[in-house]
């Protein structure tokens, strides 16, 4: 049975493999963004943000099979700073973070090189909370909690006290909200929430100013529940609709005191 199954996923690939279309896993593509991916620092980074992407379930759960071509920084006014799975209070996530990307690159190379004919590029931000109300009983989920577009420039990175920076950072002097920051506030009783931070550019590369639409509903992402058997609606289908690919994600886990 499942050898059967490995040669009709294997079938099912060769088209595209065919098609030498980016790194593709049902209908989203991966942005190769100018090479950062074929670099090797970069690859195994992108990598292992993919592999904690998908212990936590966010992979193929909220988005579909990518590799992080950047990482993606999320520090709160709090201080407090998103890393990949780690746990904060609610109390500390009250105003939106400020949001970095950065080039994952080896920290002997500071001179942005990888990155720097992307620095103009337009970039949109979300932040999802696929556990709504709970993790068990997502039916509200996703919830939209942020969308913001800006335009990133970028810097040399290698003198800031961000830990999670180093190389190369692309940063954004202004966040255009499209949906304002609503802060997590898991209900009591419900257990852990992740809370999930995505960075897209345009799937057709544009790098012009981008402006997505805006959700009509936090809940389900304005799409309604899901019919029988289908995905939880949220920031995959929104993506999709807006030509948008992924290219970092970060993620927290935060919970109500009350449990
Ligand atoms: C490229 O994609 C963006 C985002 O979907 C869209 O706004 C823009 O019109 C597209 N540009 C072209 C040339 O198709």
Not at 87 to 99: C, E, G, H, R, Y
Not at 143 to 170: E, F, K, Q, Y
Not at 248 to 254: C, E, G, L, Q
Request: aromatic content about 6%; glycine content about 6%.
């Amino acid at each position: 049975m499942s050898f059967l199954r490995l040669f009709v996923t294997g079938l099912a690939l060769s088209p595209v493999r065919g098609l030498k279309l980016p790194h593709t896993h049902s209908q989203q593509q991966v942005l190769d963004v100018d090479g950062a991916i074929a670099d090797t620092a970069a690859t195994n980074a992108g990598e292992k943000i993919q592999k904690l992407l998908k212990k936590a379930e966010i992979i193929p759960t909220v988005i579909d099979d990518f590799v992080p071509a950047l990482t993606l920084a999320a520090k709160w006014p709090s201080d407090e700073h998103a890393k990949l799975g780690n746990t904060l209070k609610p109390n500390k996530l009250q105003d939106a973070p400020s949001i970095s990307l950065h080039s994952p690159s080896d920290k002997s190379n500071n001179e942005c090189s990888t990155i720097d004919s992307q620095s103009k590029a337009s970039y949109v931000i979300a932040l999802t909370d696929p556990d709504a109300p709970s993790r068990d009983d997502p039916k509200w989920s996703e919830m939209c909690h942020w969308i913001a577009v800006g335009r990133a420039s970028a810097s040399s990175n290698a003198n800031t006290d961000d830990p999670d920076g180093n190389g190369c950072v692309l940063g954004f002097s202004d966040l255009d909200e499209v949906m304002p920051y609503k802060a997590p506030g898991p209900p009591e009783k419900t257990g852990k929430h992740r809370y999930v931070f995505f960075a897209f550019r345009a799937k057709n590369g544009t790098t012009d100013a981008l402006s997505p639409s805006k959700p009509e509903d936090r809940q389900h992402w304005g799409y309604g529940p899901p019919e029988d058997g289908q995905k939880t609606h949220g920031v995959r289908d929104w993506a999709q609709d807006n030509g948008l690919v992924p290219v970092a994600a970060n993620f927290i886990y935060s919970k109500n005191k009350k449990q």
